[in-house]
């Protein structure tokens, strides 16, 4: 297009003379676009570089038309995986380097078809569906690179999944010809089922070199921790059959069996027990006598009474996941998906993503010797603990087991975790169901800290112009022996602050800030002149509060400081029009929220209200002008999950619905006590209480 | 001429227009070649054709079969214990699990002390701690787990403290049996200038919980790493962290600090000759020096003696308290003290020790705790540090602290996280899961015997999203005889039955008399349960866990109680926001007498409490299993020897796991604790000597646990119309300001 315009704006010059002239000339032109268009095109199915993208990239074709890569007898084979290699030693971190996004980047080896000299591929199978599957979620997630040289890790597109497909010497020599492989440095390898007849290694017996594995069946000898990621065996069953998540809760078995392959002397173990608990027991096998055509992998007997698998398996609390040959087993994923806890009896096998899944809390791990004493030790385990486990165990399967998608990027972010581990996801992110993630809280001041009292609190006023209201505030703050600090927020911008001079004197340090817009936020900005801890909001006509109750109340919240302690509502409800204090007729007997018009928190609710406030709540409060109280409250309570320390009346219902509507639940709690000195109002001489000129109102 | 030049110009864009429609997907194309300019790219990986036809990774048959059933069990488990041996121990392979059957299981026996051993100080430490713990046995027979009696902390030929021909005497012990079941603590292996892993004699196959142990000799599941601490190091109760208020925002006076030694030669030096690199003299400060050693001038650099001045002028302390973050690099050896003091200090520790696999790595999620980083990035280490939100460091901060105290602030915890850590994988199907061991109050505390599910524990339940039950259990503990039906205790069962939150009532019946029929007792709404307490009369029987307290509160009372239906249901209502502490009327304060140095213990009104007598208190059940289970014999005894003080030990035991005071709540005035100061009706309890007693109690209690764990406070919770000037009829516990 760019060019054509360029042309156009030459051809003008050529043009005036004849019409046939005129005439060829379009021609010319036109064929000039034409190939200037022909020519992006080819350009765009141009490769740009040899490495970075293929000519085929962008077209849809077959996995057969992959290039043809022959390996010469004589090509190197890496050396076996080294079992000292850890994250330090083994790994170039370099290559992934500081990143502001903390993201590893992953770039993905274009497909080739290995074969050896006479023309025989290296696998049987060539690419799988599973491995095309993960390939494809990587390159669509956030960790794929096209751009080879800023890779921090490699994916080859060899299809190592199912290790008896493979030719093991051929495949180790396909890795060694890969361009980057440099003694398999950042190289992830992919594999589910490991070993061969009859021994079965519990790893990958390809030689790779110092390449990183992430496998489904690693024993304690094999995994090397921190280094390799242990991957769950994907059923394919998962896409197939779709079975409905349901309710924990005590099903029709207790314990199941399902697996074909058990050994003779587990069975036997088995059939001991199913005799001594009867009915509560389901040991399923093959099915013997199946009419043709009928999968025998979706059914198991007993008895010649047929059942449908995977289905059954949902009418069990418990299914037991025994290793066979293999310690990794497809049936456990199977078991999840089914929401039935695993009892998981396979001595020395790390348990797929073991490196940050509690699975203490959606299985059972038994001692392959201890088989005997399944059925006491299942018994032991509470009712509300085996429903718990049965929701983890589904969750398990929905977020880390379900696709080869959720398997592979569950990888690389355990990968990524391990290189920025300062932006590693938490334990509550990996495991809690997302159903907890909602209800539960995660306080940000979770330390039990009663803070000491000599920093003091500092009181911030919020005024406007009524300045008269407001030094008497002053004057009467002041006398409260823990006031650090004064700061007036001055609201107002068309007038100016009264001069220095005509200010109270105060014993405290005094600081006015001038705001640049009148907001109610603004009462809730985490000030730098703020040095302390506590803050006292206060509003500036509230002079009904005695120096005895202010430091009461900073006392109440060095012992709650990750709540809101605040006042009752009756200090507040200054009705303007009547000129006087408004008894309010809706006393209730709970508490939900304080008002802050005067009120003691900690300083870091002011830093979550101006900067983490969730959706549009601080623009909507300084639209209204109003409700900044009733924000701060959801806000508290949403995060801490507590309430506040005493109370006023829930006046304001429109508010409240906006917020409940932004925050997606009620987080207020509702209580029915307020904090009152240890000696309040107790038939006690006054002169030896600490606060007594409290409630005297 | 213009006209003609629109109209070719206007004719030519038609046809370009044209004939991009007419090739159709290129539009498609151009935008992506137009965004794949801007950098990312957009679906590389080729969406194949056949990509239905690709066949399976492997066939549903085979994978279900799961490779067979493989070789025979018992086979198998034989030939790994010959082969998994060494440094291939795991626990399922050089553990005799059959010595630690039975209920009491897990027992630790300590090897005696032979003659002229010279035991150092820290390790006569770990040996007292094991022998204080719940877990100590005097009977090798029935022990699980064997503690050398040899000092094999300090394993450096060339320390004053390396014993010699440790592998002659081991081999000598009976119950040696190549280290099987066995734990040897280490802090220091290896010497110079290798410093390797090597003890200087034959593990074997026993646990080795090491300091500085390295990722590759770790044997996972099998070794406990532990941590580096000095022969200061409190045996009990310890320092407590030092954060005492989060400040916002979190920033201190520096960013990032060290003060330590550069090594010029030999392992470690990579990284402390590198540490100075990073100093700016501003946020970040890193000093090192290079005199240590006797030869130091020998290895002398250029930078030597600059860096040996700025060395002095700054104060590590200081540094300490006044660092957001502290760089913890390894020094000879992996691990260093600067680890446990940067943790104890609140300053996150930012570490440089590739390869160490952290103290207790188990069990800690160390990632929230401390910024792991990478020997070889240590350029990176202050933009990485600055990058951190104010979010984290408070999280972080905090994260210490709690790790700190829960885990590291004495020998004591060390050494019982470390046998704790060991029975978690005894016990496997019992144990703590990782939430337990990193939520507060910390694993030592969380005993899994218990429970294994969170939310039987009072300390999880907003974690969780859960709300406390909704009902609780009356818990009466009855010492005089039923002679008439008049008595406080009819009237008191009564009261409590009406509650509407009440689901039982357990009286454990302690009076020498066999306890009255069931006829005698008055017909109430809820189960009634007599727990003939007879036949072992103490003190302490009333905090038995005792299985049919089925609701998650404990009403604890005492026979002449005088309550309220209000009062209790005002009680139960404060306690469902406070489930983890202890909810009750009467207080009590405790105080430090600087005259005497001893703790004092006061009845008399004060402005603060510390205590809350359980003669009438809300408290979650589980403290009843820790009071009896996780309080050593010896407090229990004392209880029940003096009859006494068995208040003061829940209180100091809840005030220890939850480091917060007790709550009060509003009562009316006959209580019969109420007489004024000055009272001289002398009730048994107000006796001078049961008075001292408690002042013992207090003072004993105190020993046990190290340190004085209760906590003042001095506020009541009263229901939010207490006493206002409003309408009686408005208030929903009037009741409660009836004098």
Redesign the interface.
């Known amino acids: ?1 760019c060019a ?2 360029k042309y ?1 704006s030459r ?2 010059a050529l ?2 003379r004849m019409k046939t002239k005129h005439r060829i000339y ?1 021609i010319t ?2 064929s000039v ?2 190939l200037g ?1 022909i020519a ?2 080819m350009f ?1 199915f141009w490769p740009h570089s040899i490495e970075s ?1 293929p000519e ?9 038309d992959a290039p043809l890569v022959k390996l010469p007898v004589s090509s190197p084979i890496p050396e076996r995986g080294d079992l ?1 290699c ?1 994250m ?2 083994c790994f170039d ?2 290559r992934c ?2 990143n ?1 996004k903390n993201r590893i980047k992953v770039y ?1 080896y274009p ?1 080739q078809r290995f074969v050896d000299e006479v023309g025989v591929p290296i696998s049987s ?8 599957d993960l ?2 979620a ?3 997630s956030d960790f ?3 751009d080879v040289t800023r890779a921090c890790l490699f994916v080859p597109s060899i ?1 190592v ?2 290790q ?2 493979l030719r093991i010497r051929e495949t180790a020599q396909a890795l060694a010809m890969l361009p980057r492989w440099d003694k398999g440095m950042n190289h992830l390898l992919f594999n ?2 490991p ?1 061969g ?1 009859p021994d ?1 290694n519990t790893a990958l017996d390809v030689p790779r070199d110092r390449a990183l594995l992430a496998g489904g069946g690693f024993s ?2 094999t ?1 090397r ?2 280094y390799d990621v242990s991957i769950p ?5 998962s896409a197939e059959v779709d079975l409905p998540e349901k309710q924990p809760g005590p099903r029709r078995y207790f314990i199941l069996s399902s ?8 069975r036997t173990e088995l059939e001991r027990l199913k005799e001594e608990n009867g009915e509560a027991l389901l040991l399923l096998d093959k099915c013997s006598n199946l009419s043709q055509g009928m ?3 979706r059914k198991r007997c007993y008895k010649g009474q047929v059942y449908d698998y995977p289905q059954i398996l949902q009418e069990s609390s418990f299914c037991v996941v025994l ?4 310690l990794g ?3 456990l994923s199977d078991v999840l998906q089914a929401g039935c806890v695993p009892v998981i009896m396979a ?2 096998y790390i348990l797929p993503f073991s490196e940050v899944l ?1 699975w ?2 959606a299985s ?6 201890k088989l005997p004493e399944m059925y006491t ?1 299942l018994k ?3 009712h ?2 085996v429903e ?1 486990m049965q929701r983890q165990a589904r969750w398990f399967w929905e977020a880390y087991f379900r696709s080869m998608k959720a398997i592979g990027l569950t990888t690389l972010q355990i990968i990524n ?1 391990r290189i920025y ?2 932006a ?1 996801r ?3 992110e990996w ?1 809690n169901p997302p ?2 993630k ?15 009292r000599s ?1 003091g609190f500092t009181a911030v006023v919020l005024t406007y112009d009524r300045v008269e209201s407001l030094f008497r505030v002053i004057t009467e703050i002041s006398k409260v022996p823990s006031l650090a600090k004064l700061l007036v927020v001055w609201n107002n911008q068309n007038k100016s602050p009264p001069e220095e001079s005509l200010w109270p004197k105060i014993a405290v340090p005094l600081r006015v800030v001038r705001t640049k817009e009148n907001k109610l936020s603004n009462r809730f900005f ?1 000030f730098d002149e703020i040095e302390t ?1 506590a803050v006292l909001a206060i509003d500036d006509d509230i002079i009904m509060l005695t120096s005895d109750e202010l430091q ?1 109340g900073y ?2 919240w060095r ?1 709650f ?1 990750d709540r809101l302690v605040g006042y ?1 509502g009756r200090l507040h409800l200054w009705d303007h029009e009547m000129g006087k204090w408004k008894y309010e007729s809706e ?5 939900s929220m304080v008002l802050t018009g005067a009120a003691f928190y ?3 609710f ?2 979550l209200y101006t900067y ?1 406030m969730p959706g549009d709540i601080k623009n909507w409060v300084d639209a209204h002008m109003n409700c900044e109280d009733i924000a701060m409250n959801f806000l508290v309570a949403n995060i ?4 506040p320390i ?2 006023c009346i829930s006046y304001l219902l429109a508010c409240i619905n906006k917020f409940a509507s932004v925050f997606g639940t009620m987080p207020l ?1 509702v ?14 001489p006054e002169k ?4 007594p000129n409290i ?1 005297s109102l | ?1 213009q006209a ?2 629109k109209y ?2 206007l ?2 864009c038609t ?2 227009w044209l ?2 429609f007419y ?1 159709g997907g ?1 539009q498609e ?2 935008l ?2 137009l965004t794949r300019r801007r950098g990312e ?1 957009v ?9 239905a036809l ?5 066939e ?15 086979q198998r ?1 034989q030939a ?1 214990a010959s082969i ?1 041996k060494n440094s ?1 121990c ?1 626990m ?1 392979t050089c553990f005799d ?1 059959g010595r630690c059957r039975g209920r009491d299981g897990f027992r630790v026996y300590v090897y005696p002390p032979e003659k002229g051993d010279r035991v150092s100080e820290s390790y006569r430490k770990i040996l007292a701690s094991v022998a204080e713990s719940r877990y100590y046995t005097s009977d090798p027979r029935e022990a699980c787990l064997f503690v050398l009696g040899i000092d094999t902390l300090d394993r450096d030929q060339l320390s004053t403290q390396f014993v010699p021909n440790v592998d002659e005497r081991i081999r000598g012990y009976p119950l040696w049996n190549d280290g099987r079941n066995h734990v040897i603590f280490n802090l220091y292996s290896g010497t110079w200038p290798n410093y390797t892993e090597d003890l200087g004699f034959n593990v074997g196959q026993a646990i080795l919980a090491k300091a500085s142990l390295n ?2 000799h ?1 044997r ?2 099998f070794d406990v790493s532990i941590p580096l601490f000095s022969k200061d190091h409190p045996q009990k109760g310890g320092e407590r962290g030092w ?7 979190p920033r201190r006076k520096y960013l990032l600090m060290f003060k330590g030694k550069r090594y010029l030669t030999g392992i470690g030096s990579d990284t402390r000759n590198a540490l100075h690199h990073i100093h700016n003299g501003k946020d970040i400060v890193s000093l090192t020096t290079c005199k240590h050693g006797k030869d130091w001038e020998k290895h002398k650099d250029a930078r030597c003696d600059h860096d040996n001045q700025e060395y002095e002028r700054f104060d590590y302390q200081e540094l300490l308290h006044n660092s957001t973050f502290c760089l913890v690099p390894r020094g000879r050896r992996l691990g260093s003290f600067r680890f446990l003091e940067s943790l104890q200090a609140a300053c996150i520790p930012v570490l440089l020790s ?2 160490w696999e952290l103290p207790f790595s188990d069990v800690i ?1 160390w ?2 705790a401390v ?2 980083g ?4 240590l350029l ?1 280490v202050p ?2 540090v600055r ?2 939100g ?3 460091v ?2 972080l901060r ?1 994260r210490t ?2 790790l700190w105290e829960a885990y590291f602030s004495s020998v004591d915890k060390i050494v019982l996280t470390t046998l704790e850590i060991i029975k978690d994988r005894v016990y ?4 703590r ?3 337990m061991w ?1 939520a ?1 109050p910390g694993g030592l505390v969380v005993l899994p015997e218990y ?6 524990y009072p300390f999880y339940y ?5 709300s406390p039950g909704q009902e609780f259990t009356a818990v009466i503990h009855a010492v005089s005889p039923l002679v008439s039906q008049s008595q406080p205790i009819m009237k008191l069962l009564q009261v409590v039955s009406k509650s509407k939150y009440c689901s039982q009532i357990i009286i454990l019946w302690n009076s020498e008399k066999p306890p009255p029929h069931r006829s005698k007792w008055p017909p109430m709404p809820v189960p009634l349960v007599v727990t003939d307490g007879r036949r072992k009369v103490s003190t302490s029987s009333r905090f038995l866990p005792h299985v049919t307290i089925e609701t998650e509160a404990v009403l604890s009372l005492d026979e002449d109680t005088v309550l309220l239906t209000s009062e209790v249901n ?1 009680a139960f ?2 306690w469902q ?1 406070f489930p983890e502490r202890i909810v009750g009327y009467p ?1 009590r304060s405790h105080f430090w007498d600087p005259v005497k140095k001893i703790w004092g213990y006061t009845s008399k ?5 510390s205590i809350v007598l359980t003669g009438a208190a809300f408290y979650h059940r589980y403290y009843h299993y820790l009071f009896s289970h996780y309080l050593p014999p010896s407090l229990r005894a004392l209880v029940d020897r003096t009859s006494n003080c068995e208040d003061i030990l829940m209180n100091f035991l809840v005030s220890s796991v ?4 007790p709550i ?3 009562q009316r ?1 006959q209580y019969k604790d109420m007489p004024g100061p000055q009272s001289t009706n002398m009730a048994p309890w107000a006796t001078p000597e049961h008075f001292n007693q408690r002042q013992d109690c207090v003072n004993t209690f105190a020993s046990w646990f190290g340190y004085m764990p209760l ?1 003042h ?12 000037h ?1 309408s009686v009829l ?4 009037k009741d409660l300001e009836r004098a």
Request: net charge neutral; glycine share 6%.
């Open positions: 297009m054509s315009v156009s051809g003008p043009i005036p379009y032109l036109f676009v034409l268009l992006t095109g765009q993208s085929w990239t962008l077209d849809r074709r077959s996995v057969h000292s850890r330090h030693t971190v370099y380097g500081y502001p993905i497909l199978t060539g690419l799988s569906r599973e491995y095309n390939l494809s990587i390159s669509d794929y690179t096209d299809d999944l199912n008896n497909s589910m089922l070993g007849p079965y304690t000898w995994y921790q921190g065996v994907y059923s394919p069953l697996q074909t392959a058990i050994h003779r002397e587990y999968a025998s992998a290793r066979g040959a293999r087993q497809a049936t001595d020395s509690d203490k809390r059972v791990v038994i001692p392959e010797e030790i032991s385990i509470p509300r603990q718990e975790d581990p300062y590693a938490t334990y509550e495991n159903v907890v909602w209800s539960s809280v995660s306080n940000p001041l979770f330390l039990p800290l009663i803070p000491p920093p985490p801890e009461f006392e109440v012992e400081p009752p006393w209730t007997n709970e508490v900690h300083k870091y002011n830093y983490k801490t999950g507590k309430a005493k109370v709690k209580v029915e006590h307020r904090a009152d000195p240890v000696l309040y109002k107790d038939d006690f030896l209480k600490s606060f409630g | 001429m003609r030049k070719v110009l004719g030519l046809c370009c004939l991009l090739w290129l194309r151009l992506a070649l790219v679906r590389p990986w080729p969406d194949w054709l056949d990509r690709l066949p399976g990774y492997a549903n048959a085979e994978l279900q079969n799961g490779g067979g059933p493989g070789e025979s069990p018992r488990r790994w998994y291939h795991r399922d699990f990722t590759e770790f996972p599941g954060l005492l208020r989060n400040t916002v925002p590739n390869g999620q990632n929230q910024i792991e990478d020997e070889r990035l990176q933009s990485t990058a951190v104010v979010d984290r408070l999280a905090q602290q709690m496997a199907h019992i144990s899961n990782k939430f990193n507060l429970s294994t599910h969170l939310a039987h907003l974690n969780l999203g859960i005002f209502h404060v926001s207080p009104w004060t402005n603060e409490y939850t480091h917060l005071p009060k709540v509003a005035k906590v406070s001095q506020l009541r919770l009263d229901p939010v119309l207490f006493k206002d409003v408005r208030k929903k516990y």
